[in-house]
């Protein structure tokens, strides 16, 4: 299980070589969150030079998403906006970043394993059956906002999806909304949540969020109380289908009325969360939310 982190602001993180085995070239990696018990990783990549590696296979569900710079993945290039989510155990293309770019990079359900082979076709005879949803390329910057839906009377979000496993419900996609949107619910869900946010600003129960801020979230942790001061955007990930329960009328922080849930069903209650890890600039924590 990884940590509950709220809020942390990638600049207030030291650098490490970048862990991504048979590559060449320098890259710099910010561990904004991993799990040391299955190698889970949310990393923010930074290309101190060009950077490489061959084809082969990953240990892992493999994400990448251009924040700014490009990346070839098998010849193709993306700009900000680009990215690549490969399934564990399934052969990955040769991939380039190019220097002083900076670069999203999750592994979920696995290391940072990965067994290099000479050529696509070659890792693609030895590669596990490939999914049916293969592997994903795409230039989110080609792509249009579509509304998200919404319960009671809220400005609407906006949405891109990137990628949904079709067993699991786990996905990634972007997230907008426009200045002045607002919930101040508390809301708690059946899974995890995290988020990296690309631009904008936005008041919230557990801080300030603007542009570099990285939150993870554990299921079933509650939240809320948000003011978007600006159109902001995140890049958000959850490991399943995202359930809004809300909590209003709160009390002591933690306790509250239980508006569109069971509070005595063990299995989606709110949990108690522990002091979340903060960086230093995202200041003192109430306790809001608890």
């Known amino acids: ?11 207030d993180y030291i650098f490490h070589t970048g862990e991504l085995p048979y590559g060449e070239g320098k890259i710099l990696e910010r561990r904004l969150s991993t799990d040391e018990e299955d190698g889970s990783s949310s990393l923010s990549l930074h ?16 994400e990448f998403y251009v924040v700014e710079g490009s990346l070839l993945y098998g010849g193709r290039e993306l700009g ?7 399934p564990k155990g399934t052969a990955m293309d040769w991939i380039k970043i ?5 670069v999203l990079h999750w592994r979920e359900y696995g290391d940072c394993g990965f067994d290099p082979f000479v050529s696509l076709s070659e ?5 596990a059956p490939e999914p049916a949803e293969g592997v994903t390329v795409m230039d989110a910057g080609k792509m249009e906002w579509t509304e998200a839906p919404s319960v009671g009377p809220l400005t609407p979000l906006y949405i891109k999806l990137l990628h949904r496993d079709p067993k699991t419900g786990f996905y990634t996609r972007l997230i907008r909304a426009p200045k002045g949107w607002t919930d101040h619910r508390l809301a708690h869900h059946p899974c995890y949540e995290e988020f990296y946010t690309l631009a904008g600003k936005m008041a919230y129960n557990f801080g300030d969020i603007d542009e570099g801020t990285y939150c993870f979230r554990p299921a079933r942790v509650k939240h809320g109380h948000f003011v978007a001061e600006t159109e902001i955007d995140w890049i958000l990930r959850s490991d399943g289908e995202l359930t809004n329960w809300y909590t209003t009328d709160e009390w002591v922080k933690y306790g509250g009325h239980a508006e569109n849930y069971d509070e005595h069903d063990g299995h989606i209650h ?10 230093r600039s995202r200041g003192e924590w109430s306790g809001d939310g608890m």
């Not at 900000?80 to 490969?86: E, F, I, R």
């Not at 890792?123 to 590669?127: G, H, L, R, T």
């Open 80 to 86: 900000a906006g680009g990215y690549v989510q490969v």
């Open 98 to 102: 190019r220097e002083g770019s900076r």
């Open 123 to 127: 890792a693609s005879a030895k590669a």
């Open 47 to 62: 290309a101190g030079a060009d950077w490489g590696r061959g084809a082969g296979i990953v240990h892992a569900d493999t």
């Open 1 to 11: 299980m990884r940590a509950h982190v709220e809020l942390i602001h990638e600049d």
């Open 270 to 279: 709110p949990v108690l969360s522990s002091l979340p890890v903060r960086s």
